[in-house]
């Protein structure tokens, strides 16, 4: 999933201050699950705003809405009578939420209410890792299915760096070596030999390097 | 606050940990009382949500440590009470104003002097400038 987090108050209050009337709009699938833009963040979010603007002495009606996923053509839909209602929308989904809300509603002034931090998991309740770069070329076959450049810090390809100690990363403390993971699961696995294969330096070509990236699929075009 | 003001409080509690026998509110103070199940129920919309309806102080009465029927409802009470507190603290409001206090359902006494405790800190805090 998309992990995220609400940006700081006076931020939000910055962009959103020009407006009469706001539409918060809140994005019910991954920012939900890491509790930053889900029905009740939207809530808490816009009585917060409420209050805030009232000692400010600044008269703006605050709207609340969420949909299931603001990525989707089909659930944006949902909000387009609300969004008409408003001045301009704070968007509590991530940056592609944010920016499909834009692509559909060219008129309307759309704000990001939320810092988009990582793809990811939650590793327990209410702890959220980073797991995937989106790196446009998987190669999670050959490390045991644990991702060296999401998980190393330095994106080492063919071993740990001289950094690491007892399982953990130099580069921080909190961060465990990927290193140590993928070679304690590889031999768990009985597939340790899997680190003889060389990897040769990566391509980024696949990744965000080369560009925004698209993905046609011809087959579900009509 | 001035003594002219009557205050307003919001009081979250958990049926195992507190019952109200009579009113809390006096000539003083109004409390508006709020039962749930288990303290753990309260999240950050209800504590802001009464703070915007004008509650000058809201306080969360939950069970004491160790005797949650739930195990951690207390526990989940105090984390939500500390985010909380810090969105007070953020836009102005002030996180003192909220507040969480261990009760026993035997206690019913103890209720009223937590309320006098909170009228003593409004005090010096004033009223919900967000009132």
């Known amino acids: 999933m998309i992990v995220g987090h609400q940006k700081p108050i006076e931020e939000i209050k910055k962009m959103v201050k020009p407006y009469n009337k706001l539409l918060i709009l809140g994005c019910g699938t991954c920012v939900k699950t890491c509790f930053a833009g889900g ?34 053509n089909e659930f944006i839909q949902e909000a387009a009578k609300k969004i008409g209602e408003n001045d301009a929308v704070l968007s509590l989904a991530c940056g592609a939420g944010v920016q499909a809300m834009a692509k559909r509603f060219p008129k309307a002034p759309i704000y990001p209410g939320l810092n988009t931090t990582f793809m990811g998991i939650q590793e327990s309740h209410g702890v959220f890792t980073e797991e995937c770069l989106g790196c446009g070329n998987c190669g999670l076959g050959i490390f045991g299915a644990i991702c060296p450049i999401t998980r190393c810090s330095k994106k080492l390809l063919n071993g740990p760096c001289g950094g690491s100690q007892n399982g953990i990363c130099e580069v921080d403390p909190s961060i465990e070596c990927g290193w140590q993971q993928i070679i304690d699961r590889l031999k768990a696995l009985g597939q340790l030999d899997n680190l003889r294969t060389y990897i040769p330096p990566k391509n980024w070509k696949t990744s965000h390097s080369g560009g925004p990236r698209k993905l046609v699929r011809e087959d579900h075009i009509i | 606050m001035e003594n002219t003001t009557k205050a307003k409080i919001t009081l979250f509690h958990c049926i195992n940990a507190f019952t109200e026998k009579k009113s809390l509110s006096t000539d003083r103070v109004d409390v508006k009382i709020i039962k749930m199940p288990c303290s753990g129920m309260v999240t950050e919309v209800f504590l802001l949500k009464a703070f915007e309806a004008g509650a000058d102080a809201v306080s969360i009465f939950v069970c004491p440590e160790g005797a949650c029927r739930y195990t951690e409802g207390n526990i989940r009470a105090g984390k939500r009470m500390a985010k909380t507190r810090s969105v007070l603290d953020e836009i102005g409001v002030g996180g003192k104003r909220l507040t969480m206090h261990q009760v026993k359902p035997a206690e019913g006494a103890n209720a009223e002097q937590i309320i006098a405790g909170i009228l003593e ?5 004033g009223p919900n400038p967000a009132a």
């Open chain 1, 39 to 72: 029905e009740d963040e939207t809530a808490a979010l816009a009585s917060a705003l409420r209050m805030a603007f009232k000692m400010d002495g600044v008269a703006m009606e605050i709207n609340e809405q969420t949909v299931e996923r603001q990525c989707e």
């Open chain 2, 121 to 125: 800190e409004l005090k010096a805090l």
